[in-house]
Nanobody
C-alpha cells in the first residue's frame, strides 16, 4: 500500500492550494478516505473524509465552506481543494486509508504554509 501526497506549498492568506494523494496497492474504490493535518507543536487533527463512492463528504468545522474533498476512483487519487487559506491552516497534511484487517496507512505528508 502506498499513499503519496503532493501539492503543498507556501501561500499568502486568502490563497488556494490543491492537494493530491496518489494511491496504490489496494482497491481504492472500496474504502472511505480521510485527510488529516498536524501543525507544529500540536496534536494531529482530522480535516475531512469522503465515502468510498464519493457520495458524501464531511469536514471539521474550521474548514467547512473553504475546503472541498473529492476523489477520482478511476485514477486512484484523492484531492483536497483548499480556498481562503488562513495562517492557522499551516500544517503537514496527510491522507489516510483505514483498510480494516489489511492495516492502517498514512502518506508521508505535504507541507502547507500560509503566511504573509
Amino acid at each position: 500500500v502506498r499513499l503519496v501526497e503532493s501539492g503543498g506549498g507556501m501561500v499568502q492568506p486568502g490563497g488556494s492550494l490543491r492537494l493530491s494523494c496518489a494511491t496504490s496497492g489496494f482497491i481504492f474504490s472500496n474504502y472511505d478516505m480521510i485527510w488529516g493535518r498536524q501543525a507544529p507543536g500540536k496534536d494531529p487533527e482530522w480535516v475531512s473524509g469522503i465515502y468510498n463512492n464519493g457520495a458524501r463528504t464531511y469536514y471539521t468545522d474550521s474548514v467547512k465552506g473553504r475546503f472541498t474533498m473529492s476523489r477520482d476512483n478511476a485514477k486512484n487519487t484523492l484531492y483536497l481543494e483548499m480556498n481562503s487559506l488562513k495562517p492557522e491552516d499551516t500544517a503537514e497534511y496527510y491522507c489516510h486509508a483505514d483498510l480494516g484487517v489489511l492495516g492502517d496507512y498514512w502518506g508521508q505528508g505535504t507541507q502547507v504554509t500560509v503566511t504573509a
